[in-house]
């Protein structure tokens, strides 16, 4: 079965310090991955997808990046953080064509203080 | 391009009451609709989903939602509500090969 795992759970990071968020599926290949963010009362904000390794598409302008050096690997990144960069991020993959169900991962809560 | 709307971000219902969250979606072609539900602190879990055939879709703790093309609704139904619905409950679209679409989200709260 798959499984899709992210880490860390929980971040406190200064203003300005860098961040990396790591995300791993298991159990399948070349999946479609997905960074979203969750603010309170914002719902899901699509930030990152990727339909394979080194591709990423970006949904909004914003201070983070993301990679995917490997097949199942996703990371969420940043160089310098801002205080509105904290909120509830989640990793989730398909199996693509859009029909298919999204799973999620357990989430990273990052608070930038 | 698809579109869902769910209606009320915040539902009240009594301990033992019919639950119902609303959610209507937008959409040329026919989609795929399906229910997440999210506890605190956790990523969103499937509690059902609709692709082709028959329009009432039974999920998991009881929950089941009605596909309603002339009322472009799929709206999600529980009998009777336990404590431990107490969540948010997001409904989503997708089509052909574009990426899955999520509503805004409905937290549900259960009084006792």
């Known amino acids: 079965s798959q499984t899709i795992h992210q880490w860390p759970a929980t971040l406190v990071q200064p203003v300005g310090s860098p961040l990396s968020l790591e995300c791993t599926v298991e159990?399948?290949?070349?999946?479609?991955l997905y960074w979203y963010r969750q603010a309170a009362g914002r719902g899901l904000q699509l930030l990152f997808y990727?339909?394979?390794?080194?591709?990423i598409s970006s949904e909004v302008p914003q201070n983070l990046s993301a990679s995917r050096p490997q097949d199942r690997q996703f990371i969420l990144s940043s160089k310098k953080l801002l205080l509105s960069d904290s909120g509830f991020y989640l990793c989730?993959?398909?199996?693509?064509?859009?029909?298919?169900?999204?799973?999620f991962g357990e989430g990273s809560w990052l608070t930038v203080v | 391009a698809q579109s869902v709307t769910q209606l009320g971000s915040h539902v009240s219902v009594s301990e033992g009451a019919l639950v119902l969250l609303r959610c209507n979606y937008s959409?040329?072609?026919?989609?795929?609709l399906f229910w997440y539900v999210q506890y605190p602190n956790q990523g969103l879990q499937l509690l059902l989903k609709?692709?082709?055939?028959?329009?009432l879709v039974k999920g998991i703790n009881g929950f089941e939602a009605e596909f309603k093309k002339s009322e472009t609704s799929f709206h999600l139904t529980k009998p009777s509500a336990h404590m431990s619905d107490a969540a948010e409950y997001f409904c989503a679209v997708s089509i052909r090969d574009d990426k899955i679409i999520f509503g805004k989200g409905t937290r549900l709260h259960i009084l006792p």
């Open positions: 989730a993959w398909d199996r693509g064509n859009g029909r298919n169900t999204i799973y």
């Open positions: 609709y692709t082709t055939g028959a329009t």
């Open positions: 159990g399948t290949s070349n999946p479609n």
């Open positions: 990727s339909v394979g390794i080194g591709q």
């Open positions: 959409s040329s072609v026919p989609p795929y």
